[in-house]
């Protein structure tokens, strides 16, 4: 069973490397998605039948220790029971259904091996999630499942509303890895080795006696919440799935409409025991449930789109299943998304017919054409606007229009005042940033000195300077050279200030180093390349569309956002895990900050990667005669 565990996840990973050797022919690319979806499929119905043979047990594999100190241990841990089980084999089918449909479907599409490369690293990072068996693991699959997902929404990149859309999903993506981020930590500092996730049951076991205190468990479970409403597009983040429709239809149908959608639900099936244990978490659960259906189902029907309402109809089954999951109903929430998988699959690779269908109809028929009355609409029921009484009509119709404004609110909330505080720094001259850090530590030593504090205590202002630093980035809108020294330069600021906090830990932030600086080194040099005959030096952020005429150097600077935001490519994502595993021994509150700055700049480096290397190459040519 172990062997067939290590190859259900290394073929999609062959997959997506054979494809990235291999030209840019159609039937060869076809050809290799073929055999490596077979074999993937063959492999998993072996993993599921010898696992039923077995018994159907919670079967736990721990292939070897990556990474190991005196008092921190990161185990590559795999684990399978019936949830992962029903997860695997959607993927499978699904999957193998849309490789097939693609390789007709993108016949003579620019962008055919690039399509096949994401999809293959998706099923990749979609595989370590569901057999993931602590939440670190699962967190590698995360990320990876999230950058597939910003780069098929940015698929049409000569279009600039794929981008700008991509960079919407994927900053909420960032927001859902503070949760994820901070949930992890958490669980090391309360559970310290058993926070495998064969072992959640048997530690919340005993009712009497919790694992944690109420308030840690809270807070632990709406961390854990946070990023399932993200990755789900619960509300409040109901807006960015309709908008990630932008990528093909057949990403559409296996991001958003099948798997990537319900990964919310498996988070919180995952980690059921820690957030269960209290009725309050389950309370918040099903509200945001709850609050999701009622909006997603009246914003479905203004949808002007097939595939607006498609998106809107799979993010209101997702809040069901957050209520069922509220309301303990576990075994119907995989039944559940069983079933609105495969539907929402098949009603996206379908709507292109249908469209086509209907205007077909339209053009051969003398009389007005009223999509409603159509027989392929007959059992929809009657619109909810004309449920309400008259008075209220007009203003459901706006709020549906506007999607209860949450995206405003989002905004609003979370990321204008960041913009703006991150504005208010860059506007200061390099003397005032200079002179206000030297006072800041000045200060900070004079208080150590008066009051006896332990150095420990510098790290507090390296750690308002890092974050500091990450908001300057966040706001740059001027030279993409500044926003990647301010990323490589806070993230060196959060290796020293967990240096004064543990002087013994310098062994790990120098492995955490070894993933950043190369990659800072490696942007800045592909910078000075991609601008060194630079013609929009007065407009630095416009579209300049690289990734087509400077393909190679592009790709470059994609593997250096890569090595900037921690990706599982990188030592920085275990030396990510190192900091804030000292961070939770030596200096709890650093946590927050550090995970702050390892979100505001993935953010900032992939605005700097779409600007630059996305867009149209004739519009540059017109723009520069």
Same mark, same amino acid.
């Given at each position: 069973?172990?062997?067939?565990?290590?190859?259900?996840?290394?073929?999609?990973?062959?997959?997506?490397?054979?494809?990235?050797?291999?030209?840019?022919?159609?039937?060869?690319?076809?050809?290799?998605?073929?055999?490596?979806?077979?074999?993937?499929?063959?492999?998993?119905?072996?993993?599921?039948?010898?696992?039923?043979?077995?018994?159907?047990?919670?079967?736990?594999?721990?292939?070897?220790?990556?990474?190991?100190?005196?008092?921190?241990?990161?185990?590559?841990?795999?684990?399978?029971?019936?949830?992962?089980?029903?997860?695997?084999?959607?993927?499978?089918?699904?999957?193998?259904?849309?490789?097939?449909?693609?390789?007709?479907?993108?016949?003579?599409?620019?962008?055919?091996?690039?399509?096949?490369?994401?999809?293959?690293?998706?099923?990749?990072?979609?595989?370590?999630?569901?057999?993931?068996?602590?939440?670190?693991?699962?967190?590698?699959?995360?990320?990876?499942?999230?950058?597939?997902?910003?780069?098929?929404?940015?698929?049409?990149?000569?279009?600039?509303?794929?981008?700008?859309? !991509?960079?919407?999903?994927? +900053?909420?993506?960032? /927001?859902?890895?503070?949760? %994820?981020? =901070? *949930?992890?930590?958490?669980?090391? $500092?309360?559970?310290?080795?058993?926070?495998?996730?064969?072992?959640?049951?048997?530690?919340?076991?005993?009712?009497?006696?919790?694992?944690?205190?109420?308030?840690?468990?809270?807070?632990?479970?709406?961390?854990?919440?946070?990023?399932?409403?993200?990755?789900?597009?619960?509300?409040?983040?109901?807006?960015?799935?309709?908008?990630?429709?932008?990528?093909?239809?057949?990403?559409?149908?296996?991001?958003?409409?099948?798997?990537?959608?319900?990964?919310?639900?498996?988070?919180?099936?995952?980690?059921?025991?820690?957030?269960?244990?209290?009725?309050?978490?389950?309370?918040?659960?099903?509200?945001?449930?709850?609050?999701?259906?009622?909006?997603?189902?009246?914003?479905?029907?203004?949808?002007?789109?097939?595939?607006?309402?498609? !998106?809107?109809?799979?993010? +209101?089954?997702?809040? /069901?299943?957050?209520?069922? %999951?509220? =309301? *303990?109903?576990?075994?119907?929430? $995989?039944?559940?998304?069983?079933?609105?998988?495969?539907?929402?699959?098949?009603?996206?690779?379908?709507?292109?017919?249908?469209?086509?269908?209907?205007?077909?109809?339209?053009?051969?028929?003398?009389?007005?054409?009223?999509?409603?009355?159509?027989?392929?609409?007959?059992?929809?029921?009657?619109?909810?606007?004309?449920?309400?009484?008259?008075?209220?009509?007009?203003?459901?119709?706006?709020?549906?229009?506007?999607?209860?404004?949450?995206?405003?609110?989002?905004?609003?909330?979370?990321?204008?005042?960041?913009?703006?505080?991150?504005?208010?720094?860059?506007?200061?001259?390099?003397?005032?940033?200079?002179?206000?850090?030297?006072?800041?530590?000045?200060?900070?030593?004079?208080?150590?000195?008066?009051?006896?504090?332990?150095?420990?205590?510098?790290?507090?202002?390296?750690?308002?300077?890092?974050?500091?630093?990450?908001?300057?980035?966040?706001?740059?809108?001027?030279?993409?050279?500044?926003?990647?020294?301010?990323?490589?330069?806070?993230?060196?600021?959060?290796?020293?200030?967990?240096?004064?906090?543990?002087?013994?830990?310098?062994?790990?932030?120098?492995?955490?180093?070894?993933?950043?600086?190369?990659?800072?080194?490696?942007?800045?040099?592909?910078?000075?390349?991609?601008?060194?005959?630079?013609?929009?030096?007065?407009?630095?952020?416009?579209?300049?569309?690289?990734?087509?005429?400077?393909?190679?150097?592009?790709?470059?600077?994609?593997?250096?956002?890569?090595?900037?935001?921690?990706?599982?490519?990188?030592?920085?994502?275990?030396?990510?895990?190192?900091?804030?595993?000292?961070?939770?021994?030596?200096?709890?509150?650093?946590?927050?900050?550090?995970?702050?700055?390892?979100?505001?700049?993935?953010?900032?480096?992939?605005?700097?990667?779409?600007?630059?290397?996305?867009?149209?190459?004739?519009?540059?040519?017109?723009?520069?005669?």
């Amino acid at each position: 069973m172990n062997g067939l565990i290590l190859t259900s996840l290394a073929l999609p990973l062959l997959g997506f490397i054979l494809i990235f050797l291999s030209d840019s022919y159609e039937k060869r690319i076809a050809r290799i998605s073929f055999w490596c979806t077979h074999a993937m499929g063959l492999s998993l119905v072996g993993l599921l039948l010898t696992w039923a043979s077995a018994g159907f047990p919670s079967h736990e594999y721990a292939w070897f220790t990556l990474y190991e100190t005196s008092d921190y241990r990161f185990p590559i841990l795999f684990y399978l029971d019936k949830i992962g089980a029903v997860y695997l084999f959607s993927v499978w089918a699904i999957f193998s259904i849309i490789v097939k449909y693609c390789r007709v479907y993108l016949h003579r599409e620019a962008g055919y091996q690039r399509f096949f490369m994401t999809i293959f690293s998706f099923v990749f990072g979609l595989n370590i999630v569901i057999l993931s068996g602590s939440i670190d693991i699962l967190f590698a699959g995360w990320e990876i499942v999230g950058i597939s997902s910003f780069l098929l929404i940015a698929f049409y990149r000569h279009r600039v509303q794929p981008v700008r859309n !991509a960079l919407r999903a994927y +900053t909420i993506y960032r /927001f859902c890895d503070l949760g %994820l981020l =901070l *949930g992890a930590w958490l669980s090391h $500092l309360l559970f310290h080795e058993s926070q495998r996730f064969s072992q959640l049951a048997e530690l919340f076991s005993n009712p009497a006696l919790p694992p944690a205190g109420y308030a840690a468990l809270l807070l632990v479970s709406a961390l854990i919440l946070i990023a399932a409403m993200g990755k789900s597009a619960q509300f409040p983040f109901c807006f960015w799935l309709p908008r990630a429709m932008e990528g093909p239809t057949p990403s559409s149908a296996i991001f958003y409409g099948a798997l990537s959608v319900h990964l919310g639900v498996f988070l919180l099936l995952r980690t059921l025991p820690i957030w269960s244990y209290y009725y309050l978490p389950r309370f918040m659960v099903f509200i945001i449930g709850l609050l999701t259906v009622i909006v997603a189902s009246v914003s479905e029907k203004t949808q002007s789109n097939i595939k607006g309402q498609i !998106a809107y109809a799979s993010i +209101t089954q997702v809040g /069901f299943m957050f209520m069922e %999951l509220a =309301l *303990g109903l576990e075994s119907l929430v $995989l039944v559940h998304f069983f079933g609105n998988a495969f539907l929402r699959c098949y009603q996206l690779l379908v709507s292109p017919s249908i469209v086509v269908h209907l205007l077909r109809v339209e053009s051969a028929t003398d009389a007005d054409f009223n999509i409603n009355k159509s027989p392929l609409f007959r059992f929809l029921p009657e619109s909810l606007r004309h449920t309400v009484p008259e008075v209220l009509q007009n203003s459901l119709y706006v709020f549906s229009l506007q999607e209860g404004q949450l995206e405003m609110l989002v905004r609003a909330v979370l990321w204008s005042p960041l913009k703006r505080l991150g504005s208010s720094i860059n506007r200061m001259s390099s003397t005032d940033k200079v002179l206000y850090s030297l006072a800041g530590f000045a200060l900070v030593e004079v208080l150590l000195l008066t009051f006896g504090f332990d150095q420990s205590y510098v790290a507090l202002p390296l750690s308002a300077l890092m974050v500091l630093i990450s908001l300057g980035a966040f706001s740059e809108k001027h030279s993409p050279y500044k926003v990647w020294h301010a990323i490589g330069a806070s993230s060196l600021l959060a290796g020293l200030a967990i240096c004064f906090l543990n002087p013994e830990a310098w062994a790990d932030v120098l492995l955490f180093a070894s993933g950043i600086v190369p990659a800072w080194i490696l942007g800045i040099i592909v910078l000075s390349k991609l601008l060194e005959n630079d013609v929009f030096a007065d407009r630095p952020f416009t579209y300049r569309a690289f990734a087509e005429t400077q393909p190679t150097l592009s790709i470059l600077l994609f593997v250096s956002f890569l090595g900037l935001v921690g990706f599982p490519i990188s030592p920085a994502f275990l030396g990510e895990d190192l900091l804030l595993s000292h961070a939770s021994n030596f200096g709890p509150w650093f946590a927050l900050p550090l995970t702050i700055t390892f979100v505001i700049n993935g953010i900032a480096a992939a605005r700097v990667f779409l600007r630059l290397c996305m867009g149209r190459p004739t519009e540059l040519r017109d723009s520069q005669q």
